[in-house]
């Protein structure tokens, strides 16, 4: 069927790898394969079907790295091969985030819940419309690194990129009215990305601002959790890792409610611990690193 133009099989239960054969569909303008169970790496073949302006792959089980040959796509306008929440299948695309510098009609990106690493080239989207609205969707991957000032060619854009590991952003970006659906005019950098050292659920503001959190030590943090342990779990910890439940005396270990309270522990007078001793009282094993 070399002249289909378009082929449709959303939501079924193919399996297995996508055919190298699929080069010879080339007046195929559409392809949605969206909701099945394909796996395997994505053919370099697929950059053959030079019509196709929909490719659309996503929540499937799909491994490797994007072919460079989706750059062939000349009439390409939307990418998606996105893993979305709730449908996250086998471990993922990994590697580097195509350039698609070549692409001149694409206009909307998904590749979100993959395993993308590295960082947003200079390139990036570098002759894609610059007048027309655009999605590019990028979170929960391993992008790290820069958040590049050269999309703001793009005068319209919802730009999604939270979940990765960015440190910095530049702030021409950040003056843009049109993007994010006017959040960014409303919170500037913040409505793209929470800074460092702060978070909101959607790792940026968009109907209330970014709140501190000393833990994010990326920009685009979704969730605050304290990686510092309490004096409370930490000999909670020492106890589990050191066999407590053989020690001589564990008056008050087994469950610490009370860290000043239990045997061998001496705190000062704001309750801080000062004083562990433990001597002669059967403790076996390897101390855990939170001790120290």
């Not at 297995?16 to 080069?23: A, E, R, Y």
Request: proline content about 4%; hydrophobic content about 30%; some cysteine.
């Amino acid at each position: 069927l070399t002249r289909l133009e378009g082929f449709f099989a959303n939501f079924n239960s193919f399996t297995g790898k996508i055919s190298s054969s699929i080069k010879h569909l080339k007046q195929l303008e559409e392809l949605f394969l969206y909701g099945n169970d394909l796996s395997g790496q994505i053919p370099s073949e697929v950059g053959a079907m030079a019509e196709l302006k929909i490719l659309a792959l996503a929540n499937n089980a799909f491994t490797g790295t994007l072919p460079a040959e989706l750059n062939n796509l000349s009439n390409l306008e939307i990418i998606a091969i996105q893993r979305e929440d709730g449908n996250i299948q086998g471990d993922g695309i990994s590697g580097p985030l195509p350039d698609f510098e070549k692409l001149e009609h694409l206009t909307e990106v998904y590749f979100s819940n993959q395993r993308l690493s590295g960082s947003i080239s200079y390139d990036f989207l570098k002759n894609a419309p610059r007048d027309e609205p655009m999605t590019i969707n990028l979170q929960n991957n391993d992008l790290s690194g820069h958040v590049p000032g050269s999309l703001d060619r793009h005068e319209n854009v919802k730009l999604y990129i939270s979940g990765n590991k960015f440190t910095t952003m530049s702030e021409s970006l950040c003056d843009n009215t049109k993007w994010m659906s006017g959040d960014v005019e409303q919170y500037s950098c913040d409505g793209i990305l929470c800074p460092v050292g702060t978070y909101s659920e959607d790792g940026r503001a968009q109907s209330a601002d970014c709140k501190t959190c000393a833990a994010a030590t990326y920009m685009g943090t979704s969730t605050c959790e304290d990686s510092t342990l309490s004096q409370k779990q930490i000999l909670q910890e020492f106890y589990d890792t050191m066999k407590g439940d053989g020690w001589k005396d564990n008056t008050g270990w087994k469950k610490v409610e009370n860290e000043c309270q239990v045997f061998g522990v001496t705190c000062n007078s704001e309750n801080v611990v000062i004083k562990i001793e433990l001597s002669n009282n059967q403790l076996a094993g390897t101390p855990p690193p939170s001790l120290f």
